[in-house]
């Protein structure tokens, strides 16, 4: 007989949970608040009649979702006081969230950093339909809105995020030789070096949060870009170093300032050059780059 029975409830949010943590995350681009909003969803879920529930991952992700967007709407309030820029919590991930390349661009620094000029319930809907595939019904469900409207705010959604996003983003091939590129450039001081791998119309985003130096609005255009960074760089003094990692299963680099974390580096490639840098100095969302965060699909 097995001694160890796990009642039906708490096994359904275990075999889901990594999914519940992701759809959380990518509503809110905070370990820390999707971590809350599973708490909550745990204490929602097992008042729930089980019997009455005919999809048990497609209920989950309703009340995680809920949860979420209350969640996003209180943490909206307190990004309009957040100094300069607002960029995700960089997440070190498995090489498999890597290997699944549309949960991967969805994920990346660059694409979340668009979603955050979505209404709530806008991004809501576009993660659950365009990351996850969940159908109109469980979404309408989910944001408490009929079939019709989800839809609506879907396409309109997608069609704003169609409209920042790469038309040709790079294979994970193309961002990591740039990526090498890049480090190379910048560990030797090369500025011929990083101009030719940045665009032309490059754009750098950097999130301080008040507690680091960084540039209260993106710095746009390659010359900028290298001026901003070479300025940074003499104003810090000690001795820099890099180190490929995986961030939000794209290829990324953890700046280290005399051995200690300075920041993670976030990148968009494309056409084999960097059009994008996101790059996160806050200390309060560094706290997930030394050990990895298990993020899925599904």
Known sequence: MNDHVTDPATEAFVAHRDLLFTVAYEMLGSAADAEDVLQEAWLRWVEVDLAQVRDRRAYLVRITTRQALNRLRALN???????????????????????????????????????????????????????????????????????????????????????????????????????????????????????????????????????RLAALRPVVGADKVLRYMAGSLDKAGGTFSSEHTTVNGNPGLILRLDGVIDGVLGFRVENARVTGLYYVRNPEKLTRVESETLLTSR
């Open 77 to 211: 309030r307190r990004k309009e006081a957040y100094v300069g820029p607002w960029l995700p919590e960089p997440l070190l991930t498995a090489p498999d969230v890597a290997e699944d390349v549309e949960l991967a661009e969805n994920l990346s620094l660059a694409l979340m950093f668009i979603l955050e000029t979505l209404s709530p319930t806008e991004r809501a809907v576009f993660v659950l339909r365009e990351v996850f595939d969940f159908g109109y019904d469980d979404i309408a469900a989910a944001i408490g809105k009929s079939p019709s409207a989800a839809r609506q705010l879907a396409y309109r959604a997608r069609r704003h995020v169609d409209a920042r996003r790469p038309r040709t983003p790079a294979s994970p091939e193309e961002a990591r030789a740039a990526l090498r590129s890049f480090q190379t450039a910048l560990v030797t001081g090369d500025l011929q070096g990083l101009l030719d791998v940045l665009a032309p119309d490059v754009v750098f985003v950097s999130d301080g949060g008040g507690l």
